[in-house]
């Protein structure tokens, strides 16, 4: 099974920077292409759906925004190190939330952001912006 850790939440003021990692481990891609797999950032706040927020395919790089974050927050990732980051900039007290990475390696085309399309979860990072 592939392992995610979150890591990088805190708090912050409005219009300021943070940076969320997430580090992956174990799992295999036997039988399928490394271009395969997506990895993504989710967000919960109390009392509301999980939202997709960013994701990115590890062979291409294809990257997908939600239409909240996109311009202001980035995905990238770092393959040497099995490290998925997402920079967030000009926060926003409505960014409040529990993020979430997770991994998968067979994602529908055109649902990227959809949370019932990944298998591994991490246990999450709260990022709180007041």
């Known amino acids: 099974d592939v392992q995610l850790v979150e890591s990088g939440g805190g708090s912050m003021q409005a219009g300021e920077s943070l940076k969320l990692a997430c580090a992956a481990s174990?799992?295999?891609?036997?039988?399928?292409?490394?271009?395969?797999?997506?990895m993504g950032w989710f967000r919960q706040a109390p009392g509301k759906e999980r939202q997709g927020v960013a994701s990115?395919?590890?062979?291409?790089?294809?990257?997908y925004y939600s239409d909240s974050v996109r311009g202001r927050f980035a995905i990238s990732l770092d393959s040497a190190k099995n490290t998925m980051y997402l920079q967030m900039n000009s926060l926003k007290p409505e960014d409040t939330a529990m993020y979430y990475c997770?991994?998968?390696?067979?994602?529908?085309?055109?649902?990227?952001?959809?949370?019932?399309?990944?298998?591994?979860w991490g246990q999450g990072t709260q990022v709180t912006v007041s």
């Open positions: 997770a991994s998968d390696s067979v994602i529908l085309p055109g649902r990227e952001l959809e949370a019932s399309q990944y298998t591994y």
């Open positions: 174990g799992g295999t891609t036997s039988g399928l292409t490394i271009r395969e797999v997506c």
């Open positions: 990115i395919y590890r062979g291409g790089g294809s990257t």
